[in-house]
C-alpha cells in the first residue's frame, strides 16, 4: 500500500531591504502606475550584498523544520530548486544540507525555474511514496537581483529575491498530494534565458559588457504561453486528483503577474476570493513564490486542515507544473 504524503512543515524568508516602485522610478524609465497598472506589483525585496542564494534558503528551510517540528538529522534528502545558485557548483543543497547539520540527507539543486518548487514536491512525494525516503526538505530560493540588468525596464521591474521551503513526508490517508502534472517545450527556451555563464558562451569580457549575464525575456511570448499553460495544467492535475475546480478551497498560482494569475482564475472558474495573491509585496520571486504564499496564507489563519489546494507554476525551460493537495498540517 502507497504512503499518503503532504506537506508536514512550511517556511519562508525575505531579504529586509525593500524597493519600491517609487524607487524603480529614479533608476530606470518607468512609473509606478505604469508597473502597477500591467503588473500588480508594488514593490520586491532585495537580497543584502553578503546575502546570497544558500543564506535565504537556510533560513526558509530552519523556519520550515520548526514549523514541521522535525530535527535536521531526520532528513533523508534536500532538494534546491533555484535558477540563481551561489556557484555553477556545488549545488545550493548541498550548501544548506551541511549548514543545518543534515548528515544523512542526499542533496542535490533542480531546475525548473518558477515550476522549480512543483517539480521538487512532485519528486518528493513520489520517493517517499515508493518508500526510498521518510522526510525530504524542498526549497525554492532566488536572488534574482544578482543577474538583473538595471537599466532593462521590461525586466527589472518584474522580480524579487527570497526563500520558501517544505518539509515532505507521511500524512494521514486521504490528506496530501492528489494529482500531479508536469511539462516542458524546449522550443521556448530562449523566451526566458540567461545567455553567457555556462558552456555555450563561457564568461568573457565582451559577455559582461553585453550583458549577457543577465535575464533575457521575450515578455510577449511568455505571456502568451502562462496564460495557455496554467488552465491546461491545472486540470490535468485536477483530473488526476478526480476534482473539479470549483470544489477547491485555495489557488496558489506562481507569483509571476497579476493579470496572468486573473485571467488562471478565469479559466478554472475560480473566484478571486480563492485565490492568494501577494505579488505585490513580493514581486515575481521565481521558485521561492509558492512557498513564501503558503506560509503566509498560513501565518494568516487561512489555510485548515483538509483544505484542497492547487498549486500551479510556469517557468524558464519553458516548464509548467500543478499539484492538487489536501493540506495536512
Not at 136 to 155: F, K, V
Amino acid at each position: 500500500m502507497t504512503r499518503a504524503v503532504g506537506i508536514l512543515g512550511i517556511g519562508s524568508y525575505v531579504p529586509e531591504k525593500i524597493l519600491t516602485n517609487n524607487d524603480l522610478e529614479k533608476m530606470v524609465d518607468t512609473s509606478d502606475a505604469w508597473i502597477t497598472e500591467r503588473t500588480g506589483i508594488r514593490q520586491r525585496h532585495i537580497a543584502a550584498k553578503d546575502e546570497a542564494t544558500s543564506d535565504l534558503a537556510f533560513k526558509a528551510a530552519v523556519a520550515a523544520l520548526d514549523d514541521a517540528r522535525v530535527k535536521a538529522e531526520e532528513l533523508d534528502l534536500v532538494i534546491c530548486a533555484t535558477a540563481s545558485p551561489d556557484h555553477a557548483f556545488p549545488s545550493v543543497a548541498c550548501l544548506v544540507q551541511e549548514r543545518l547539520g543534515a548528515v544523512k540527507a542526499a542533496a542535490f539543486d533542480l531546475g525548473a525555474g518558477c515550476s522549480g518548487f512543483v517539480y521538487s514536491l512532485a519528486v518528493a512525494s513520489q520517493m517517499i511514496q515508493n518508500g526510498l525516503y521518510d522526510k525530504i526538505l524542498i526549497i525554492g530560493a532566488e536572488t534574482l537581483s544578482r543577474i538583473m540588468n538595471w537599466q532593462d525596464r521590461n525586466t527589472c521591474v518584474l522580480f524579487g529575491d527570497g526563500a520558501g521551503a517544505a518539509v515532505v513526508g507521511a500524512v494521514d490517508e486521504g490528506l496530501g498530494v492528489l494529482g500531479i502534472d508536469l511539462g516542458s517545450d524546449g522550443s521556448g527556451a530562449y523566451h526566458l534565458y540567461q545567455p553567457a555563464g555556462g558552456s555555450r558562451r563561457p564568461a568573457s569580457a565582451a559577455t559582461v559588457a553585453a550583458n549577457q549575464h543577465t535575464i533575457h525575456m521575450n515578455g510577449r511570448e511568455v505571456f502568451k504561453f502562462a496564460i495557455k499553460i496554467l488552465g491546461r495544467t491545472s486540470l490535468r492535475a485536477l483530473e488526476k486528483a478526480g476534482m473539479k475546480p470549483e470544489e477547491l478551497d485555495l489557488l496558489f498560482s506562481h507569483q509571476a503577474n497579476l493579470r496572468i494569475i486573473t485571467v488562471a482564475a478565469k479559466r478554472l472558474r475560480i473566484p478571486m476570493e480563492k485565490v492568494w495573491v501577494d505579488v505585490d509585496k513580493y514581486a515575481n520571486t521565481s521558485a521561492a513564490s509558492i512557498p513564501i504564499a503558503l506560509r503566509e496564507a498560513q501565518d494568516a489563519g487561512v489555510l485548515k486542515k483538509g483544505d484542497k489546494l492547487l498549486l500551479c507554476g510556469f517557468g524558464a525551460g519553458l516548464t509548467w507544473a500543478a499539484i492538487v493537495l489536501r493540506w495536512a498540517k
